[in-house]
């Protein structure tokens, strides 16, 4: 990157859950959804020159047992049918890595993650799920600009999900205390 990057840009869906960003953060709030997320940041990446992007939202558990925040080393893109386009001479990317993360995978999708079978089924590729993850990243990646994923269990990709409202205040304090302790709101 070039001498005079602008710094870091967070990167969020929504402004619940970009809440308790320190202030002086560079900000950006895309709206829910894959589309919303890439057609925000690439706007945002094409006027100023970023040397990283931190993603900080909320996601579902696809197994039991997660709780907490998670810096996801792998996004999967759960709803697009890679192997179906491979096979008619398409080659789309639907996965990319993360480096510096912790391990965990993100599957990010268009779908609200409710259903059981669904649940399962994405279980079988990784341990959270969002709804804008893969779009950052692929357009981090288009852009040359690194990316970290942070991301703050809020349900169980069950019929919790729909408690999201009552759990946001509680995930972004501990994405705003994340972003404070590491520096990255402010770099």
Not at 50 to 66: E, F, K, M
Not at 109 to 122: A, K
Request: net charge negative.
């Amino acid at each position: 990157m070039s001498a005079d990057a602008v710094g870091v840009l967070v990167v969020s869906a929504t402004r619940a859950e970009a809440a308790h960003v320190p202030p002086g953060t560079d900000l950006l709030i895309t709206g829910i959804g894959k589309v919303r997320a890439a057609s925000a940041l690439a706007r945002r990446l094409a006027l100023g020159d970023y040397h990283r992007v931190v993603n900080i939202g909320t996601s579902g558990a696809l197994r039991d047992g997660y709780r907490g925040l998670f810096t996801p080393s792998r996004v999967v893109e759960h709803d697009i049918s890679a192997a179906q386009l491979a096979a008619l001479g398409f080659h789309q990317p639907d996965e990319w890595d993360v480096p510096g993360g912790d391990g965990t995978v993100l599957a990010t999708g268009d779908m609200f993650v409710t259903e059981p079978e669904h649940r399962e089924r994405l279980a079988r590729r990784a341990e959270l799920v969002d709804m804008e993850g893969a779009a950052i990243v692929q357009v981090c990646a288009d852009f040359a600009v690194p990316v970290r994923l942070v991301k703050v269990v809020s349900d169980d990709a069950d019929d919790t999900a729909f408690d999201w409202p009552s759990v946001i205040d509680a995930a972004a304090r501990d994405l705003g205390e994340w972003l404070d302790g590491t520096g990255f709101g402010s770099r």
